[in-house]
């Protein structure tokens, strides 16, 4: 078969091939590509059918997964029959190409959403002649639907569910297949074991066997599914390699239990084994899929897991579980092979769902019943706020394990004053947490299929027993997804929300839109806990200890760990600027922009400052402690006298600088003043947001910028720049410039700086950049037609120093930037004008570079008045040099000789021109490759014996003599000469 690499088809022979050998044969043979453009071409004289089938033969699933899509492209799935017969059609491939079809045709609707309806109805006639053995495809397509057409999936299980209920009224066991209850869920199956007991005994009996016949069918299914060395090597190094902390499958039980709906969970440590046990809602068929898999979970989007990994963490520490829940009684052999049990061991509750997990080596000091036990005595207590439905974990130590030993938590609830508590037995401990919480949903984000789009927020404030506030410490967990992850936010409080978090939940996304959109519920969640706190009554005092500690417990920027937790004091200095949460000097709650402080800085900059009669200002209570009136100052509360000197400014500087009386410090003002000034102004805009545009504006219109040459300008009259050290050079008498101790341009190191640069930042003083710069060049350059005869004909410019100026600037930049400069004609060439660099080798007008061969610059003298050439004398490590080669910018060749000549563009080939030419050959000879050789020949360039230029080849050939003497026989004729100009047939490179 031969395939066109360029074009990707088939040529005539290929073509010829694949009519010659069977199909399936070749087309197996093809590559990918190959498969997909036959496919393509085909589909105009096949049938779909015919070359689905054909697909379907070859054991990658990929062209056949691309067919699938691309056929939903076309449309042919728009009528029942093609999407019925498809559905049969996916029914019967194997796990693996449902999967990579299922994803493919999601992937197209994703683009083409029209088509959405035909692939759903696809799935769901999937679904409907689904057999059990096929359970593993049954639960992908299962996923696929719930993920992203979960109102039509929940219709077909309902028609499903009332179908079977029907069949049980009936009688008519011998229609309620397998294959249908296996689509169904434990809760449907609890539902139609209880309709039976409604029918009669019998029913109930048949029901029963039915499910039990199911529950062994598909322990079956999966223990019988081939699978290949290396997909087992995969699954068990996932599940004892992954998770290598023996405590973890802890975590990871818990949360299998919340997700079941489970109340309470209890963990039985022996010494050779651990029992787990709950009463959520039992194993369904696809929970067996789930736990025997990896990526394949079965649960919704309102659930913990997500993955799929998580069960296997138990093989850190087991080898062979046991698992008995409802119908299904099993042991899992190499990490995801099912055996079934006979019974349910005694001991145990005779209901809910139980895990035994036989110990791997009991004497491990790691992992020894003992051990674990411990780790299951440390898990964190507030899960019992986080989680939804558990309420109660109970530990119990076997006395042949170390024991005995009891260990259990119990949440008690919210009573009137809001606050819920903790308790743990048997030490009797009480933790006191002021919890708010609240259900978001999410309709701006596009969320992965599959992933919730609704969750509850939730924030928990520790409190003493007389609910003033207590922040957490340090090493507590702080932020959770139904379960602790190990994010040090920084929070000095928990926050609960359905994050996404990866497989080990050490951190939450902090790229993620979804969890960035969590954290900015929690400003309301905490305005709802400060109204809680003041609501609860008591003595004055005590309200005022708890607003003290509410204060305690507000985060600072500063004190977060990381980007997605910035946003919540961002946001709730918003929330809570108009909140009386601040006490002033009489112990009366204020709201933060009521109150002022005064700082050691305003009094030595300005001294004592008068303010006129009845103006209300509260100060702050002086009791608040570093950190509180830090949180006051985040909040609102500004700096005494701050905004009445910015009014003060205002007026003194209302006719500019001139009226500044001798004793200001404005008069003559030093650039440490300067920074003392700023800093004061870059607090205040700190502390009042609320105010801080107003006040940037007010600044700008001062003339407050300290220039390079001591005077004071404002932003919008001077037109003061910021800039580096060349640039100022170059800019010099046309701008001015900020003074360069607060300008990291001119300095070139912004980390010595004096902190009031950073107002300059605010107020918007523009950077003088190169980009700038070339912009000026191309308006000052746009009336002149290249070349550029003078430099003086352009005002930045004026010299060679200053010309050389700019292009060392403009060196270092980017190559855009590069580009635009090199389309001026700023750049010398040989004829002495300055022209623009030419883009490529047919830009006659742009100058070329001088190559480093002797032909090359032996050329550029030739091309002198013919097209603009670069000196030869520029060397690399010139600006100008260092530009050509970051442009890559063309060499002078014998590619563009030949070239300019076939177009009849190249130097004018005069007698003198051609012996000179021919010089340069005989020198380069050894550079001059095949190809050239050959174009050389075609060219108008061998001088007859009348030293005109005709070609080696073609009608008006030259000739060249075998041997001089027979130049003799043949006398020149009238229009030259028949041989090759003596000199040059002497030459080395004609010979």
């Known amino acids: ?145 719930k993920h992203n057409f979960p109102g039509e999936r929940d219709e077909y299980l309902s028609k499903l569910l009332l179908t079977c209920r029907s069949r049980l009224e009936s009688g008519s066991l011998e229609s309620l297949t397998v294959d249908h209850l296996a689509q169904l869920s434990a809760e449907a199956i609890m539902q139609l074991e209880q309709f039976s007991q409604q029918v009669g005994q019998q029913v109930v009996q048949a029901f ?70 709950h009463n959520g809602t039992p194993f369904d068929t696809k929970d067996v899929v789930g736990i025997t898999s990896i990526g394949q979970t079965t649960k919704s989007k309102s659930q913990i897991g997500f993955f799929g990994v998580g069960f296997k963490s ?124 609240n259900d978001y949903s999410c309709s701006g984000l596009q969320r992965q299929a599959g992933k919730p789009d609704s969750t509850g927020v939730m924030i928990g404030i520790r409190c003493s027993d007389t609910g003033v506030p207590c922040p957490l410490e340090p090493l507590d ?17 928990f926050l609960q929300g359905h994050f996404d978090v990866p497989v080990d939940r050490e951190r939450i996304d902090s790229d993620s839109a979804w ?104 100060f702050a209570d002086p009791r608040l402690s570093e950190r509180q009136m830090e949180v006051g100052k985040f909040l609102g509360v500004k700096s005494f006298g701050v905004r009445d ?37 870059l607090h205040e805009l700190a502390s009042n947001k609320a105010q801080r545009s107003s006040i940037l504006e007010e600044l700008k219109k001062l003339p407050l910028v300290l220039d390079s040459g001591g005077g004071l300008v404002s932003i919008g009259d001077s037109g003061v720049f910021r800039g580096s050290a060349p640039l100022r050079q170059l800019y010099e008498g046309f701008c001015s410039f900020v003074h360069p101790r607060f300008d990291p341009e001119a300095r070139g190191d912004s980390a010595y700086l004096p902190q009031g640069a950073h107002l300059i930042d605010l107020l918007g003083v523009n950077v003088l950049t190169t980009a700038r710069l070339i912009q000026d060049l191309s308006g000052q350059l746009r009336e002149i037609k290249p070349p550029l005869r003078s430099l003086e004909e352009v005002e930045l410019i004026q010299t060679r120093e200053r010309l050389d100026l700019v292009l060392t600037i403009a060196c270092e930049e980017n190559r855009d930037l590069l580009i635009r400069l090199a389309a001026l004609p700023v750049f010398l060439a040989m004829d002495g004008l300055y022209y623009p660099l030419a883009r490529n080798i047919t830009d006659r007008k742009g100058a070329l570079r001088t190559g480093d061969s002797d032909l090359s610059r032996g050329l550029a003298q030739l091309y002198q008045g013919v097209r603009p050439v670069i000196c030869p004398q520029v060397s690399e490590d010139s600006p100008t040099g260092i530009i050509m080669r970051q442009l890559n910018i063309h060499a002078l060749s014998l590619t563009t000789f030949v070239r300019d000549m076939q177009e009849g563009f190249g130097p004018r080939l005069t007698p003198d021109v051609l012996l000179r030419l021919h010089g340069l050959l005989e020198e380069g000879r050894d550079e001059l490759s095949s190809t050239e050789r050959k174009e050389l020949v075609k060219l108008p360039i061998w001088p007859d014996e009348h030293a005109a230029g005709r070609p080696l080849a073609g009608k008006e050939a030259v000739f060249i003599p075998m041997e001089e003497g027979v130049r003799a026989f043949f006398a020149p004729g009238p229009r030259g000469g028949v041989f090759l100009h003596a000199e040059v047939a002497s030459r080395s490179h004609v010979k």
Not at 40 to 57: K, N, V
Not at 483 to 491: I, K
Not at 578 to 602: H, N, S, Y
Not at 650 to 676: C, Q
Request: proline residues 6%.
């Open 208 to 277: 029963r066997e039915r499910h039990r016949e199911l529950a062994l069918g598909a322990v079956q299914v999966i223990s019988n599914f081939p699978k290949a060395v290396s997909q087992s090597n995969a699954e068990e190094l996932l599940a004892k390699k992954v998770y290598t902390d023996p405590g973890h499958f802890l975590i990871e039980l818990l949360q299998n239990a919340e997700d079941s709906g489970a109340t309470v969970w209890r963990l039985y440590f022996a010494r050779d084994q651990i029992a787990v046990w």
């Open 515 to 618: 969890n960035r959109w969590i954290n900015s519920k929690v400003p309301e969640l905490l305005l709802k806990a400060r109204e809680t706190l003041l609501s609860l009554g008591g003595e004055e005092s005590e309200i005022l200890e708890r607003a003290l500690g509410f204060l305690d417990i507000l985060p600072l920027p500063h004190e977060l760990n990381a980007p997605v937790f910035k946003t919540i004091p961002v946001t709730l200095h918003r929330e809570l600027a108009d909140r009386a949460l601040i006490p002033d000097q009489r112990g009366i709650l204020r709201c933060p922009g009521e109150l002022r402080v005064t700082t050691p800085e305003i009094s030595r900059l300005v001294g004592d400052l008068l303010w006129q009669e009845g103006t209300a200002i509260y």
């Open 1 to 145: 078969m031969i395939v066109s690499l360029s074009e990707g088809k088939y040529s005539n022979e290929g073509k010829h091939a694949m009519t010659q050998a069977q199909p399936d044969q070749v087309f197996s043979s093809l590559p990918l590509k190959g498969q997909i453009n036959w496919l393509t071409d085909q589909l105009t004289r096949e049938s779909p059918e015919h070359l689905l089938e054909l697909a379907a033969t070859v054991r990658d699933s990929s062209p056949l997964s691309w067919l699938a899509g691309h056929l939903l492209t076309m449309g042919y799935f728009g009528t029942e029959e093609n999407r019925q017969n498809f559905a049969r059609f996916l029914v019967e491939r194997s796990e693996t190409a449902v999967n990579k079809i299922t994803r493919t045709m999601l992937e197209v609707v994703d683009e083409h959403r029209e088509h959405r309806g035909a692939l759903c109805e696809i799935l769901t006639a999937a679904m409907g002649v689904m057999p059990l053995r096929q359970l593993s495809s049954m639960c992908l397509i299962d996923r696929a639907l």
């Open 477 to 493: 967990s702080t932020v959770y997804s139904y379960l602790p992850t190990g994010e040090h936010s920084g929070l000095r409080f």
């Open 314 to 437: 138990i093989y850190e520490v087991t080898e062979r579980p046991q698992l008995y829940s409802g119908a299904y009684q099993f042991e899992i052999v190499d990490v995801s092979i099912p055996k079934t049990l006979a019974m349910r061991p005694e001991g145990y509750p005779p209901d809910g769902t139980l895990l035994l997990l036989p110990l791997k080596n009991p004497d491990d000091q790691f992992r020894s019943a003992s051990a674990l036990f411990e780790k299951a005595c440390a898990l964190d207590p507030v899960v019992l706020f986080t989680l939804k439905s558990i309420d109660h974990i109970e530990l119990e130590l076997n006395q042949d394990a170390g024991g005995p030993g009891t260990h259990a938590i119990h949440e008690i609830n919210r009573g009137e004053r809001a606050i819920s508590s903790i308790v743990q037995e048997p030490s009797g401990a009480v933790s006191h947490y002021l919890v708010c919480d």
């Open 645 to 681: 000197l910015l009014d003060h400014l205002k007026v003194l500087l209302a006719g500019g600088t001139a009226g500044i009386p001798r004793e200001h410090f404005l008069h003559n003002p030093s650039w440490e003043t300067m920074d003392a000034v700023y800093t004061l102004f």
